[in-house]
Nanobody
Framework: QVQLVESGGGLVQAGGSLRLSCAAS????????LGWFRQVPGKVREFVGCILWNNTSTHYADSVKGRFTISGDSAKNTVYLQMNSLKPEDAAIYYCGVDVRFRRWPADNEAEYDYWGQGTQVTVSS
């Protein structure tokens, strides 16, 4: 069993930065994948990026590539999403999830994730 808690969301102006955190309780295996998704009301949950816990390989959606960076701190069991050059279209509720079965890489489909956090709101003003 893994519990995830996101934090760090808030209101930021376009062009600004935010860093989201996702703290995991419970065992995170070296073969687990931690992912970030986002969702706007009325739309499907959208893949943002993911990190493979054992070697820190990362993969990003094209829409955030070059602006967002995922990193992990194994000592703190925490994964981060550094978001730079934010745009109004980045506004959403951001969720982190963990894929404990690691069936494929990159894990860019929400159906592959077994546990989710409660989400944190990111608002970007223009």
């Amino acid at each position: 069993q893994v519990q995830l808690v996101e934090s760090g969301g808030g209101l930021v102006q376009a062009g600004g930065s935010l860093r989201l955190s996702c703290a995991a309780s419970g065992r995170i295996s070296r073969t687990d994948v931690l992912g970030w998704f986002r969702q706007v009301p009325g739309k499907v949950r959208e893949f943002v990026g993911c990190i493979l816990w054992n070697n820190t390989s990362t993969h990003y959606a094209d829409s955030v590539k070059g602006r967002f960076t995922i990193s992990g701190d194994s000592a703190k069991n925490t994964v981060y999403l550094q978001m730079n050059s934010l745009k109004p279209e980045d506004a959403a509720i951001y969720y982190c999830g963990v894929d404990v079965r690691f069936r494929r890489w990159p894990a860019d489909n929400e159906a592959e994730y077994d546990y989710w956090g409660q989400g944190t709101q990111v608002t970007v003003s223009s």
